[in-house]
């Protein structure tokens, strides 16, 4: 644990949330629910000292790119110096719920993966909804919200999205919940997009035991 991080944990307890930074397993685990075999735009909602960010851009492809969102301004000024030579990530002081203007600005239609770990259970009831809105509606269609929190509360909140898969992470201080909530499309949509499939000549439409 880095010394600027356990300041900021006695600065601001309730919006660091944890007194220690996520561990390399869970960091790993995270990760794991990335595909980064292709170009992504991604997004990060409180990355803090960048534990989770580091890994993130490792893997990233060179035309990837990388957002983080940090309220806190010695934080935001570290991830800044972390990332200095790194023309994929761009580091935003600022609030999350900017994420739309944000990807507007820099030319992005929608994001592939967008991660939190900031603590949604401390937010009032109207801004949770309304950031997890502009969360979804800056997602792609089968784009994926994943959040590693120490309560699982969000899921309750979490309607707009049609499910999430969710998992007790132990190797961590304090353990974690990961969930991944997919933004998929609704059944009116599905069944517009399976009657267009079966409209396209030579097309053969397989269902899920492999039968067409």
């Known amino acids: 644990m880095s010394k600027l991080f356990f300041k900021r944990f006695l ?11 996520s561990s390399k397993a869970l960091v790993e685990r995270v990760a794991s629910k990335m595909d980064f075999s292709q170009p992504r735009v991604i997004a990060e909602y409180g990355p803090g000292e960048g534990v989770h960010s580091r890994e993130i851009a490792r ?13 806190d301004a010695a ?3 570290d991830l800044k110096r972390q990332f200095a030579d790194d023309p994929r990530v761009h ?5 999350a719920a900017t994420l739309p203007y944000e990807l507007k600005r820099r030319g992005f239609a929608q994001c592939d993966y967008i991660l939190s770990g900031i603590p949604f259970s401390i937010l ?27 309560t699982n509360e969000l ?5 707009l ?3 999430g898969e969710s998992e007790y992470f132990l190797q961590n201080i304090p353990p974690m919940f990961i969930t991944v909530f997919h933004k998929t499309p609704s059944p009116r949509r599905r069944a517009r997009r399976t009657s267009e499939r079966k409209r396209v000549p030579g097309l053969v439409s397989v269902g899920a035991d492999g039968s067409a």
């Open 124 to 150: 009032k009831i109207e801004k949770k909804r309304a950031l997890l809105q502009k969360t979804h509606d800056s997602l792609i269609m089968d784009g994926s919200f994943i959040i590693y929190q120490v």
């Open 91 to 95: 580091v935003i002081h600022g609030d």
């Open 161 to 163: 999205f049609e499910h």
């Open 75 to 77: 934080f935001a000024r």
């Open 155 to 159: 899921k309750q909140h979490a309607t």
């Open 11 to 21: 600065k601001r307890p309730f919006q660091v949330a944890s007194i220690i930074p």
């Open 59 to 71: 893997r990233m492809t060179p035309d990837s790119h990388l957002l983080l969102f940090e309220l």
